[in-house]
């Protein structure tokens, strides 16, 4: 059996980039692995350190969560900040990262660059509790979207540096996954490259029909194709990526033939995208204010979830403590 584990930051309600980067993943995972999905508040104190907020978005996400199949009875669901093992742990990797190698990630020069005023040593450092959360579990294999993978890799450096360092063979270098295929990335409607909180373009797991009709109404298009079978441009083939996601195959061959002979109607394309996206979301919109109203379910399973993961993560950390010098004298 598998290790698989998986977290989303707090920082807004989820969206359709984490719903089909890495929570469906995980979900269609759940049954035949061993699998951790947890809330990343730490992550979310490099950028939004909010107190007030803090428990709106757990509380958000944590239902969302469940809305969209996990289910707490096969799957261990908690809060980073539960889990204090993860803290030493990052603490003893973050001994063995370099400098320039933190400096050079690229979701790190991003953000500096969007904040300048707010570069602190939490943002640089994030690679290295993003290890710290994989290997306190010593996860196989981690459900998430493209912009992850270079995360990933630097797990795996810090894995195999720990275990050529301390000349052991305890961590297991995880692999980023998405079922079937390689990794993905949904792109934002606006003609951006990748849906995102922070680029403002996202479509919400818990949005009404209306707001996800407006939003896919509005997206970017040009004129049309003027030759039979010629390439997408990416703005068109941004929404051709959703229609493969959210639409069956029929639809599919129906939409890539209008496009193949130029008898493609934009409105028609998007009308059927919003359709299909309202029916993936609205079960999901209706489990999730059942789930915003029952915070004594929600506290239980964060109760119960703490307790199963911080029994795997003590058990870690011991023999992390051991490998790395702390025994009794
Ligand atoms: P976060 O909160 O930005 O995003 C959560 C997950 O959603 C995926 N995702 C996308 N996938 C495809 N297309 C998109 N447009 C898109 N937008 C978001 C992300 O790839 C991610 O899988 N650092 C992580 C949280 C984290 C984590 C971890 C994840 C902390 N520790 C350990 C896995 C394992 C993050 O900020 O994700």
């Given at each position: ?5 998986s ?8 969206h ?30 490099t ?17 969302e969560?469940?809305a ?26 973050n001994?063995?990262?370099?400098m ?17 005023d ?19 579990h010593?996860?196989d ?7 992850q ?19 052991v063979?305890?961590?297991k ?30 479509i919400?797991?818990?949005?009404e ?11 970017v ?60 979301t ?5 489990r ?15 109760e ?26």
């Open positions: 059996m598998k290790t698989v584990l977290g989303i930051r707090p920082t807004g309600n989820l359709l980039g984490n719903y089909y980067g890495a929570l469906l993943n995980f979900v269609r995972m759940q049954q035949e692995n061993k699998c951790y999905f947890f809330i990343a508040d730490w992550h979310s104190l950028t939004h350190p909010d107190p007030t907020m803090i428990n709106v978005n757990v509380k958000n996400v944590i239902a969560y469940l969209a199949g996990i289910n707490p009875e096969v799957s261990t669901i908690y809060r980073q900040s539960d889990v204090p093992e993860v803290a030493e742990l990052y603490l003893y990797l001994m063995h990262a370099r320039g190698e933190l400096a050079k990630t690229a979701s790190f020069k991003d953000k500096a660059r969007k904040n300048p707010n570069v602190n040593a939490g943002l640089l450092t994030y690679p290295t509790l993003m290890a710290a959360d994989i290997l306190i010593n996860a294999m981690v459900p998430v979207g493209e912009d993978e270079q995360h990933l890799e630097m797990t795996r450096v810090f894995a195999r540096r720990f275990n050529h360092f301390y000349n063979d305890y961590f270098e995880p692999v980023p996954f998405n079922f079937g295929h390689k990794l993905i990335r949904i792109p934002g409607l606006d003609g951006s490259g990748k849906m995102g909180k922070s680029e403002g373009n996202c919400y797991l818990g949005d029909p209306k707001a996800i009709e407006k939003k896919v109404k509005r997206a298009t040009d004129s049309g194709p003027t030759e039979p079978n010629s390439e997408k441009p990416e703005i068109i083939e941004n929404l051709f990526t959703f229609l493969r996601l959210v639409s069956d195959e029929e639809v599919n061959k129906h939409f890539e033939e209008a496009w193949n002979d130029c008898s493609i109607r934009y409105g028609d394309l998007k009308k059927q995208i919003a359709e299909d996206i309202i029916k993936v609205t079960p999901l919109r209706e999730i204010l059942d789930l915003r109203g029952d915070d004594a379910y929600l506290n239980k399973v964060l119960e979830g703490a307790e199963k993961a911080r029994e795997n993560a003590a058990k870690t950390l011991k023999e992390v403590r051991e490998i790395m010098g702390f025994k009794k004298l």
